[in-house]
């Protein structure tokens, strides 16, 4: 039963690192004003970006630099269309995916089935050789845990800094901000770079720990589920980490069920997870007093300087 119990809590643990990861940048970026529906095309971009410079130079940390690179350039080029050129958000957004997804797929065409080595873990002394909590807390990668620290980080930034309060200010109320002389292009610039980092980070944990190999679509939604994330959470860090949680031990019970060989068909096993998503935002958006309490007041809307 113990082990059960750990394997259950470990592969949670995995599985939700990425959907943390890029939901974290998410939050940020939606804390500013800016809705970027491209975290799965950021993700796949990311991912390819590590598995192919990783295998070819075999440096996990030259393609874990890569991924986030490949983030950010995809997040720059939405952020000049929907920002500077004022194009819908939405429609930009959804547009970055699809340009990710298939961008992705014709880099990857050469690398599709190239087994990778996987990160290798963290040990511990002591710490990794107690039962229960050191395999559970003390035995994952770099990834993990920067994860983890990240979103301490921002949670942090965001309500105890005076660059929190700026982010806030400028996601609140954008002419506001500018008239207190904030630049909220360059405020909303640097967020947005920030969620593509973290996107692309998400990818590079997908093909270089959580599958170590490249295959098409590999994220599978998780782009998605990152999104519906930051609405779950209400815009605060904390029951960010809580919903990656649930969201994850959600995608490794579906797998474990698989396992199992029940006679339940996998296709819907496999959905369980978004369906899951779905379920838990139609029960959230009933609650209209929540959301608009701590939806930021700007997002998806654009700003014009009048200056």
Not at 232 to 239: E, K, L, M, N, V
Not at 290 to 298: G, W
Request: net charge positive; charged share 10%.
């Amino acid at each position: 039963m113990t082990e059960v119990l750990v394997a259950f809590l470990v592969s949670t643990i995995v599985a939700s690192t990425p959907l943390l990861l890029a939901a974290t940048g998410e939050l940020v970026v939606e804390r500013v004003g800016v809705l970027n529906l491209g975290v799965e095309g950021m993700m796949l971009a990311g991912a390819i970006a590590a598995f192919a410079v990783a295998h070819l130079t075999a440096t996990s940390t030259l393609g874990i630099l890569a991924a986030i690179a490949a983030g950010v350039l995809l997040a720059l080029i939405f952020a000049v269309v929907a920002l500077t050129l004022q194009a819908n958000q939405t429609a930009t957004g959804l547009a970055l995916t699809i340009f990710g997804r298939g961008f992705s797929a014709l880099l990857g065409a050469g690398f599709v089935g190239i087994p990778a080595s996987p990160l290798p873990k963290l040990r511990l002394p002591v710490l990794s050789d107690l039962p229960v909590l050191g395999p559970v807390l003390f035995s994952h990668d770099v990834l993990v845990y920067l994860a983890l620290l990240l979103l301490c980080l921002v949670a942090w930034c965001i309500r105890r800094t005076h660059l929190g309060l700026i982010m806030r200010a400028v996601g609140d109320s954008h002419d506001a901000a500018h008239a207190l002389g904030y630049k909220v292009l360059a405020i909303r610039y640097a967020a947005v770079a920030f969620g593509g980092a973290l996107a692309g980070l998400a990818g590079a944990y997908m093909s270089l720990s959580y599958t170590p190999m490249w295959a098409q679509d590999m994220t599978a939604g998780r782009g998605w589920v990152a999104l519906a994330l930051v609405t779950f959470a209400a815009w605060r860090p904390f029951w960010l980490l809580i919903g990656a949680w649930f969201f994850g031990a959600l995608m490794y019970l579906s797998l474990y069920v698989q396992a199992l060989g029940l006679s339940i068909p996998s296709p819907f096993l496999s959905a369980v997870p978004y369906i899951g998503t779905v379920v838990v935002l139609v029960l959230i958006s009933r609650d209209r007093r929540r959301i608009r309490l701590h939806r930021p007041a700007m997002l998806g809307r654009p700003f014009q300087s009048r200056t």
